[in-house]
């Protein structure tokens, strides 16, 4: 990521960092200044979230507290500002992605499940070759060109045209048709995906075979959801929350006692 964008930041998630510091911003009175988290950030940096390093445990208040900051920064693009006597919200331009060894803590507006394209796995000497690979080509012009175009694409303007409007319309009532379960959410995030694959092959309006393209990935996508989740009444998938074996802790949000209603 930081071979590609001008900005990123690392966050390694545990029950150590969510039970420590706070990670949106506090006002200190005592010493009359704003301290920082690691969730103030500046406008465009790309955070990455990872829970791979994420055991069994139990997340105090100040754990709690810090699930729903990062919750919050992921799906509404805000941070709130605590100045003690008041809170306030403020939006971000953060673009994050989450990574975990399974279903993600934190919910995401879209999963994608990794396939290793070595036979050794994503961790195995070969993937380590080609990582170091890639990186010893970092000051080449590829590089330098990958980056200008993800630079470019952000400040794109898009429209959706009437031939867009039309080709979306036509879609969105056919699949209604088929399926009465979609709904105006999901039209809405076709339009994002057909959006964004669009401005990155640098086109500012939708054509019908970048809408098929777009379509067409959001399908492999869904496929391989399907093919890690468990059918239902089998056994849980591995992730955050599960028990592992040979143990009864697991990590778990601390419950109010009888005596707090």
Avoid at 9 to 18: F, P
Avoid at 41 to 62: P, Q, R, V, Y
Avoid at 114 to 119: A, G, H, K, N, P
Avoid at 181 to 189: A, T
Wanted: aromatic share 6%.
């Amino acid at each position: 990521m930081s071979e590609l964008v001008p900005n990123s930041a690392t966050l390694n998630l545990s029950i150590e960092s969510l039970n420590g510091r706070k990670f949106s911003p506090k006002k200190d009175y005592t010493c009359n200044r704003l301290v920082s988290g690691p969730l103030q950030l500046s406008n465009g940096t790309h955070l990455i979230l990872n829970e791979a390093a994420l055991t069994a445990g139990k997340l105090n208040d100040n754990g709690c507290r810090n699930l729903r900051a990062l919750q919050q920064l992921v799906l509404d693009q805000t941070v709130t500002y605590d100045f003690e006597y008041s809170t306030a919200n403020w939006p971000v331009d953060a673009p994050t992605v989450v990574i975990s060894n399974g279903p993600p803590m934190i919910k995401c507006k879209l999963q994608l499940p990794l396939r290793s394209v070595f036979t050794d796995g994503l961790s195995g000497p070969t993937a380590t070759q080609s990582q170091a690979n890639v990186s010893s080509i970092g000051a080449t012009t590829l590089w330098s060109q990958a980056r200008a175009l993800i630079s470019a694409v952000r400040h794109l303007k898009f429209t959706l045209d009437n031939q867009g409007s039309s080709i979306v319309e036509a879609y969105f009532v056919h699949a209604r048709q088929e399926n009465t379960k979609i709904v105006p959410q999901d039209l809405h995030d076709w339009i994002t995906h057909a959006r964004l694959l669009a401005l990155s092959h640098g086109e500012t309006t939708l054509t019908q075979a970048r809408w098929n393209e777009a379509r067409a990935l959001e399908g492999r996508r869904l496929q391989r959801v399907k093919a890690v989740t468990p059918p239902v009444g089998g056994p849980p998938p591995t992730g955050f929350g599960v028990v592992p074996k040979n143990t009864s802790k697991r990590t778990v949000a601390p419950r109010p006692s009888p005596d707090s209603a």
